[in-house]
């Protein structure tokens, strides 16, 4: 049987699907969803991708089944994409955290939905179609060994030449209330045997790569024998990880020195906002507004850089917050930043509550992408907290200050690792003076 899995094309902001051109090529993002799902497709089976960032889609391919991965801001295109394939009379699959929240929304454009996790339902999808008994909808099914869990299909892989991506845990026990992953993947944590790690690690042909973990930091003892034994085995790569503060601000020196001995070059960390009770309010509550200098200082020691997250548009942000966050964030000489805007995905108790409340204005998908304002903020309008993004994006990406914090990373983080949060700061500046029309 031959299968076709596909990437819709992301539409960036306000602005038209554009082609990728070198630049994403070279920087792009690894996604390692697709891999995976061929990964656990039977041996018996045909498997190609296409991933619509890069690739030409050819509605005429010879498959059987359309299998279609689904983000919230990618489910208009993704939803386009299955009805041209299913009016050619092709069977479509979809999975993936929208339709995984809004299964009755996905079906009127697929035959099946697969939720949550595709360990287990994948298979049976494939058992089921061969036999002619398709489901309409297969439910989570989380009851799996990862330590059975192949590597992925990196064979299939074509369109990241320099960075990679692993992942060694699947799962989240936290409950913020604007994020996808728990809904999605459970707070049960699974963890692959370190030795299968270790092997497909080595096996790859990137130097440097990222661990997609939600986080990292989530089990330090299970992080420490995978630190040590990168290190054991001479595994000269470096990498990126996320991490979470409370781990990050407080680990005793070894887990940090382990981290960069093991090729650590850089940790993202979600601190989400400067403001305590904003943090409170959204249930993250293991980030501390007083350990983030700190937790800063002590990966410079080290020799790591730290990539943070920062949200705008929680109910405790008034109009200062962004004069507020940007001296911050001065303070702490953070290296690179990711700047959302709060988006309330389907799935997640953000979603809920803002929606029981009337205050989501819009639901055309293709706008939940972090950097445009989909609901009513409380305590300013919509147009402040979009020109607020925007202000805080165009002053932390000013050439003058990529150029400082640039130098500045080069000199604290070793090896050929220290150009990939260095070169981060123009790619983001691209990406939101795009986004943000500045």
Known sequence: MKILFVFPKIRHGSSTYSDPGAWKIVFGYPIITLPHLAAITPDKHEVKIVNENYDTLDYDEDADIIGITTYTMTAPRAYKIADEFRRRGKTVVMGGYHVTALSEEALEHADCVVQGLAEVTWTKVLEDFEKGKLKRIYERDHEFDISKVPPLRRDLITHNPFLGAIQTTKGCPHTCEFCAISSFCGHMVKQRPIKDVVEEIKKMPNKIFVIHDPHLTLNKKYAKELFKELIRQKVHKQWVANGTTDVLATADDTFLDLARKAGCVEWFVGFESVNQAALIETHKTHNKVENFSKLIDRLHNYNMAVQGGII??????????????????????????????LTPYPGTKLFEKLDKAGRIFTKDWTHYNQVEVVFEPKNMTAEELMHGARKVAKEFYSIDKIIKRGTRTITTVKGIGRFKPALSNFAFRKYYKRDFNF
């Open 312 to 341: 705008f548009g929680f109910d405790h942000d008034t109009p200062d917050v962004f004069d507020t966050t940007l001296e911050t964030i001065n303070q702490w000489n953070m290296d690179v930043l990711e700047i959302n805007i």
